[in-house]
């Protein structure tokens, strides 16, 4: 084996990228602190508080190597970003959005998605889910269900920290577990919650509103989060 | 004999090698296909149609945007003009489908120099730029490795806006210059040579007796290349060429997909340039596909070679029969060839070579 230029041209190629990469972070204002370190000049050990961490983008001007300091260091969470599902009510009134209309249930490839119909007492439907699960550990976050809910119930969220040491219990999510407020969903997604379609999606299902919630208050029971029944059978 | 392997961590259960060995040398090697137990195939004859789309993101799971084109051919063929995919449409499949080929060759071309030695750097070198393509997909799909972005008759979902621009300032202004680098980087490299050139070979004729596909077996001179010899989508709109390299040998398939790269970034060139405005998607927006009966085979060039699914369907909401012609499963066949008559330590590179993705391999 003999070492020739080509050896030597790629040790170039090695140390022009190792001297990029300081030249970058001396350009940033990490000369003198841990790229994913505290507020201050010299906080080598400290760590960002909690929601407070840089959020490092990626593009086309990127140099040196690139190394993202997780958790002290994040990227960005695009809006798209798909990992659980989660169920809707909205906050003007606390109505679940879910009708209860198992199309979610039936475009979910791994059948991880289940749910029992609300009933009045006299044993009519009401279209209101009365509990709602999801498998979190079959759930592939395909995100179809989402995809093709006619009510705008179910909606991808984009929390992607979910280590637990538990699965039986935790993982399998029920109607509590899964609900979240239409604010928490404008908030994480911007452009959909005012993009055309889903404005005129909402205009719709307010309507519609005012009748399902006297159906659902004439069964006998009340709406939104707190209405569903803790249900362990399941569990 | 010796049974070698699994030598990655993702190949644990479902593959090995059963090598026979004179002194250093092999004289016969027999490749263990294991289980995943994902049986791939029987579950796309339960999911609808649609369900299924998610289910070949994870096929080969480097390459999903690929696997959703192929897919989405096949149920489009025997859907009919019903799902002609809106032109727009069509160039973001190119698009994606090209920003696959280049994450994967990227992917592959660290990782043959990992199996050669080379801990770790060319593959970080690597990785990055197949980062900033990661995160184009997750933009738009949502997702970064399991994109269930295809539908059939166009896309899921539009393009965000601002993603052209960085998808465009990538292709235009970073990527070939990349490309050189890492070509600079390694293909002069004299260990490179050494552990590379002569090694692996596999010939013309067998290249092609044993069925491989893509760089494997444009490496063997051969310039067959689907997006050229049956061209689908709106391939025959673009300029690019076929690459071959002349010896069949590692060095010629690595050298091959540094090629491609740069192919690609051509046609990407072109199809930023050319993308127009439109509608995404034929027809509306259902999970309820009706499929007529008949028989269909899509495929498509994917970067590890022919990927084609041959459907069978009935007229129900599930295909009758569903089957995945995958490159690394039939590319694998070649190994014991490429592998005779030389040592045990140029077995790892050889497997490097060839590129293997394990969903594939057992499905
Ligand atoms: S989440 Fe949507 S699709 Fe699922 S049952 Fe509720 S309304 Fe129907
Ligand atoms: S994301 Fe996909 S797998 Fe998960 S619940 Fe929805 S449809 Fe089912």
Redesign the interface.
């Known amino acids: ?7 030597i ?2 040790h170039w ?2 140390l022009r ?1 190792f001297l990029l990469t300081f030249a970058r972070d001396v350009r940033d204002g990490f000369a003198l602190r841990r790229r994913g370190g505290g507020p201050q000049p010299l906080d080598f050990f400290k760590t960002p508080t909690r929601g407070e961490e840089r959020v490092v983008v ?5 140099d040196g ?2 190394t993202v300091e997780y958790p002290d260091e994040r ?1 960005p969470v ?5 990992m659980l599902p989660v169920l809707i009510y909205d906050d003007e009134d606390g109505n679940v959005r879910c009708t209860s209309c198992n ?1 979610c249930a ?4 791994p059948q991880c998605i289940w749910m029992v119909q609300a009933k009045s007492p006299k044993g009519t439907v009401v279209p209101l889910p009365e509990d709602f699960f999801i498998d979190m550990d079959v759930c ?5 269900c989402a ?2 809910c006619p009510f705008d119930a179910i909606k ?1 969220d984009q929390n992607f920290e979910l280590a637990n040491s538990e699965r039986h219990r935790t993982h399998i999510y029920s109607l509590q577990d899964l609900l979240v407020s239409s604010a928490y969903y404008a908030q994480t997604h911007p ?1 959909a919650w005012s993009s055309p379609e889903e404005t005129a999606e909402r205009a719709k299902v307010a309507k519609k509103k005012g009748q399902r919630l006297q159906k659902a208050l004439g069964a006998g029971r009340g709406v939104g989060t707190e209405s569903a029944p803790k249900t362990s059978a399941l569990i | 004999m010796v049974s070698m392997g699994p030598q990655h961590p993702s190949t644990h259960g479902v593959f090995r090698m059963n090598v026979r060995v004179d002194g250093e040398t092999i004289v016969g090697l027999k490749p263990v296909m294991g289980y995943l137990h994902r049986n791939h195939e029987k579950i796309g004859e339960r999911n609808t149609f649609l369900m299924n789309m998610p289910f070949t993101d994870r096929l080969d799971y480097l390459t999903s945007m690929g696997n959703n084109f192929g897919y989405a051919l096949a149920v489009e063929q025997l859907m009919g003009d019903e799902a002609k995919p809106p032109e727009r449409a069509e160039y973001i499949r190119v698009i994606m489908a090209e920003l696959t080929r280049i994450a994967s060759h990227m992917w592959s071309i660290g990782f043959l120099l990992n199996d050669l030695g080379a801990f770790f750097t060319p593959a970080l070198y690597a990785i990055e730029e197949r980062e900033l393509i990661l995160d184009l997909f997750e933009w738009a799909s949502g997702s970064r490795m399991m994109c269930n972005y295809f539908r059939f008759g166009g896309v899921a979902a539009d393009l965000p806006p601002g993603w052209l621009d960085r998808c465009r300032a990538i292709v235009e202004n970073r990527l070939d210059k990349k490309i050189d680098e890492l070509d600079e980087y390694l293909s002069g490299n004299e260990i490179l040579l050494d552990r590379a050139r002569g090694v692996g070979v596999l010939s013309t004729e067998d290249a092609i007796n044993f069925s491989t596909s893509g760089p494997v077996l444009r490496g063997s001179n051969v310039p067959y290349d689907l997006r050229r010899a049956a061209p689908y989508g709106i391939y025959d709109r673009f300029e690019f060429a076929v690459a071959v390299g002349n010896h069949g040998d590692v060095y010629d398939r690595y050298y091959v997909r540094l090629m491609e790269m740069r192919e690609s970034v051509r046609i990407l060139k072109q199809a930023v340039r050319g993308i127009p405005e439109g509608p995404i998607l034929a027809g509306k927006k259902t999970y309820q596909i009706k499929v007529p009966a008949g028989e269909a085979y899509g495929r498509v060039e994917n970067p590890k070679g022919e990927l084609g699914y041959y459907l069978v369907s009935d007229g129900s909401a599930a295909a009758y029969r569903y089957h995945v012609r995958s490159p690394s499963f039939i590319n694998l066949t070649a190994l014991e060839r490429m592998c005779l008559g030389r040592t045990i330590a140029d077995v790892v590179g050889i497997l490097g070579s060839l590129d293997i993705v394990l969903g594939e391999v057992d499905r």
């Open positions: 084996m003999a070492i020739g230029s080509g050896v041209r790629g190629i090695t990228r990626q593009d086309a001007t990127i190597l690139f990227l695009f809006e798209r970003f798909r199309i039936k475009v979910c490839p592939m976050n395909c995100g179809l995809e093709y991808m452009e």
